[in-house]
């Protein structure tokens, strides 16, 4: 009788799972002390994550035309910067007010290993998904023994 | 014999979503009111439309929204503003808003929601009459 949930019990796992590893990866991270590094709440938030292949930075910035986002990286330097415009009616009853609006800027140091020239960007549902390459060199080998 | 193992799992799992983290990310909102209704404009930053979940239970309207996207499998976290991975905010209306109506869109991680007020609730213009 209790079979036919077990299908739901499996989807809410998975989501579990996932949770649970997000969560894991970037729940316990101490607070970043770097010179460039901003107070809690600036807009957009950023997370950043690394592999041996690669350096991945999710930017939480929603309400975002894509086309006006401005990605720049200097060596391992990355500026994410653009504008955020909230248009609220002038002439209603405002009762709220906190979401960002106006120019943003952020400047984070990524790795220095990265390379400059294999950058990728894209937009999806309000995140900025920047994925830059490690260099070749500085990859993990993997050395045959004969 | 079965039953009484499926039981067990189910106890176990109960213990399990206890130990796990249930800290959640507080959505920024603009909340604004005009003649037909309340607009508010919440920040979702990484919800998709289908991971959203809007409830309205008597009085009560509740926002939860999962955070998903693409994250190689064996990445390391260098850098986190974001320690969370579940949206949740709730609200009280009031009376004179129509909760059948709702009409709820979704675009770039920002979700606009629009509760209308009962019909007999919106405002007439009366007619001066001239003498």
Known sequence: MLGYLRG?????DQVERMNREMEGLFGNRPAWSGIRSVAPGTFPAINVGSSAE????????????????????????????????????????????????????????????????????????????????????????????? | MNETRDLKT???REVESQ????????????IFEDANGITMMADLPGVSSDRLNIEVDRNTLAIEGQVSFDMPKDMEALYADVRATRYQRSFTLSNELDTEAIKAEMKDGVLTLNVPKRAEHQPRRIEVQGA
């Open chain 2, 10 to 12: 189910q106890e176990n």
């Open chain 2, 19 to 30: 130990g796990r983290s249930d800290t959640y990310l507080r959505p920024a909102v603009d």
């Open chain 1, 8 to 12: 739901f019990d499996d989807i809410f």
């Open chain 1, 54 to 146: 690669q350096v991945d930075l999710f930017a939480f910035a929603p309400g975002l035309d894509p086309a006006t986002i401005e990605v720049e990286l200097q060596q391992n330097l990355l500026t994410i910067a653009g504008e955020r415009k909230v248009e609220l009616p002038e002439e209603k009853e405002l009762y709220r007010n906190e979401r960002f609006s106006g120019r943003f800027r952020r400047v984070l140091s990524l790795p220095e290993d990265v390379d400059p020239d294999q950058v990728n960007a894209s937009y999806k549902d309000g995140v900025l998904h920047i994925t830059v390459k490690r260099s070749e060199v500085a990859r993990p080998r993997r050395i045959e023994v004969h």
